[in-house]
């Protein structure tokens, strides 16, 4: 299948982990600079260079899970052969022992002399290496990256005219997408933080009192937390939210837009995570529960990420509101009659809240 015909069909981490493989697999020469920049691996004995992506292997036997390498770099000199496996994070974080089950995959396979596992991230996810690789007896490096360091490095470089114009877009495409932000606060972002109290203090309003109080009712009494519970540094969102045995339901906001004109959405939704044990039947109910009207469902077929169903507006269709408050609290109320009528047809999916040691995990 060919770049574009795999692009239609991907979300923004997919989509931009097979423009950059594209671009290895088009210049060896980009690719081995960036090894040599990073200090990784001398490349000048390689003869072979293959570049995939979504390369798949099977769970080891105490894995839960199968294994995905966003993109995965085989290098050899004729002899042997060198591994780099890449997992990309642009608007999600790390699921539960991921890296390491990503390393242990590496130990694993046989005959390869070097095996490396990159860590590339666009906002700050940091990870002890110790832990990463703890009773790995194979060799593997891991090596903790950004994805700003990257677009500094393709910078810095002088453009080749066979690539030039393939680069340029993906400089364009990391700087809409803010993954050209480097350590430093700009002035959209301390005016942010400026305003960010008062935006609080009404996200909060809009789903407290009875919104609150419905939320944990429909939950089956899993009342949330005294204060809505932020997401925002992981993925974005402000929710409050319900821990159910094996998936969770959240209400609120979420940031999903890369640019700081996007507006954010308001909405409920309802996900799983790739190793519960109820997964199966509730990605059947989620197929189901994604053909009501105004919802939609994402990463339904790949078992090896996290999957839900949601129901959401823009926070811009409230604005032409007189009282926004208002407005927003009767969509969650609206929002949660919804979702207690997919409980009553969906009675046998897990709907009992989750232990506190699940909720941890």
Wanted: with cysteine.
């Amino acid at each position: 299948m060919g770049l574009f015909s795999r692009l239609l069909k991907l979300n923004l981490e997919d989509f931009f982990t097979e423009i950059v493989a594209h671009l290895f697999s088009v210049s060896h020469e980009t690719l081995f600079s960036w090894i040599e920049h990073l200090n990784l691996l001398d490349t000048g004995r390689y003869t072979e260079v293959h570049v995939s992506t979504q390369s798949e292997f099977e769970p080891l036997e105490h894995h839960s899970v199968g294994t995905r390498f966003d993109i995965l770099i085989e290098l050899s000199d004729g002899s042997c052969s060198d591994w780099i496996a890449i997992e990309s994070k642009i608007s999600s974080r790390e699921m539960p022992d991921q890296l390491r089950r990503y390393a242990e995959i590496l130990a694993a396979k046989e005959d390869i002399r070097e095996r490396i596992l990159l860590y590339i991230t666009r906002d700050d996810d940091p990870k002890d290496e110790n832990s990463v690789l703890q009773g790995i007896e194979s060799a593997v490096r891991f090596k903790q990256l950004r994805w700003y360091m990257f677009y500094n490095f393709l910078q810095s470089r002088p453009r080749d005219v066979s690539t030039e114009m393939l680069v340029n877009e993906i400089v364009k495409f990391m700087e809409e997408k803010r993954m050209a932000q480097s350590n430093q606060f700009t002035a959209i972002d301390v005016l942010t933080l400026s305003n960010l109290p008062n935006a609080l203090s009404l996200m909060d309003e809009t789903m407290g009192g009875d919104v609150k109080s419905k939320f944990g009712d429909v939950l089956l009494g899993s009342v949330p937390r005294s204060r809505p519970y932020s997401h925002l540094q992981w993925s974005s969102r402000y929710l409050l939210t319900a821990w159910l045995d094996g998936w969770w339901c959240g209400l609120g906001y979420c940031m999903w837009g890369d640019n700081v004109t996007d507006y954010p959405t308001v909405g409920i939704h309802i996900e799983v995570p790739p190793n519960s044990k109820s997964r199966q039947e509730i990605i059947k109910a989620m197929q189901k529960i994604s053909q009501r009207p105004s919802w939609s469902s994402y990463n339904l077929d790949d078992p090896t990420a996290w999957a839900g169903v949601i129901c959401e507006r823009s926070l811009r269709d409230f604005l032409s509101e007189e009282d926004h408050v208002a407005k927003i609290r009767a969509y969650f109320l609206e929002l949660l009659e919804d979702l207690a009528k997919i409980k009553k047809k969906y009675p046998h999916l897990p709907w009992r809240p989750a232990s506190q040691q699940n909720e941890e995990e």
